[in-house]
T-cell receptor
């Protein structure tokens, strides 16, 4: 069965650079979530989209932005990168939004290292 | 504030030694409680969703139960391949995102 696809799997950037992470949800899923997981930490919710509109916002820094496109894939744009942004970034997808949805399935993540 | 607390932080078992992981939660209105398994460097793998107190779900050696304040993940006769971090998460009514606990790192020795 098709799963959530994230790219790239690994990314190394220097401080103050920008990065773009991509997420391709499970086919027919219309909701995408982005999470950040620091070393030894639990996943922290950043932002979500339903039907190409932002639906919820968590602890996403102002330096980050995201959007969901017409084909339902999503991109997380990160600017002015800081060392503390080094983490695993997960995308999850589900069908439906705000409690009407099915379970969220996660991608394998993008490991971002800022040096 | 919605919150999830998992215990213990780490659990070491011998192969075949059954045990339980705990997930305590406070949430304004529980839409669902989720259990995920996460291997190092990998994305969380969905295990179970529980929606109401008294509900139970099983999958192979795992059984999840739910009360009004907590959930248990029972592991019966674990094997080394069950070693992973088990994450509990809650979803509140009106919100789509999950609030995770810090997980229980399970190690099963042969």
């Amino acid at each position: 069965a098709a799963g959530v696809i994230q790219s790239p799997r690994h990314l190394i950037k220097e401080k103050r650079e920008t990065a773009t992470l991509k997420c391709y949800p499970i086919p027919r899923h219309d909701t995408v979530y982005w999470y950040q997981q620091g070393p030894g930490q639990d996943p922290q919710f950043l932002i979500s989209f339903y039907e190409k509109m932002q639906s919820d916002k968590g602890s996403i820094p102002d330096r980050f932005s995201a959007q969901q496109f017409s084909d339902y894939h999503s991109e997380l744009n990160m600017s002015s990168l800081e060392l503390g942004d080094s983490a695993l970034y997960f995308c999850a997808s589900s069908l439906g939004d705000r409690g009407m949805n099915t379970e969220a399935f996660f991608g394998q993540g993008t490991r971002l290292t800022v040096v | 504030e919605d919150q999830v607390t998992q215990s213990p932080e780490a659990l070491r078992l011998q192969e075949g030694e059954s045990s339980s992981l705990n997930c305590s939660y406070t949430v304004s209105g529980l839409r669902g409680l989720f259990w995920y398994r996460q291997d190092p460097g990998k994305g969380p793998e969905f295990l179970f969703t529980l929606y109401s107190a008294g509900e139970e779900k099983e999958k192979e050696r795992l059984k999840a139960t739910l009360t009004k304040k907590e959930s248990f993940l029972h592991i019966t006769a674990p094997k080394p391949e069950d070693s992973a971090t088990y994450l509990c998460a809650v979803q509140a009514f009106g919100q789509g995102n999950l609030i995770f606990g810090k997980g229980t790192k399970l190690s099963v020795k042969p």
